[in-house]
């Protein structure tokens, strides 16, 4: 089953607590998400940036 809403309905989800991503091919998918998603995340200021890596 999946779901695909838009941020506006996003926030009729008051009780929702986390949000579960599932990677079709792990390693690119993430690598992808790092890279494209994560920081439109931080700017729409849904997620803090990350520390840079030691």
Known sequence: MTFV???????????AVGVQVNFFDFVPDLDYFAEA??????????????????
């Open 5 to 15: 809403f838009s941020w506006r309905q996003h926030s009729a989800l008051d009780w």
């Open 37 to 54: 998603v994560l920081p439109l995340m931080v700017q729409a200021g849904l997620r803090n940036p990350c520390p840079a890596p030691r």
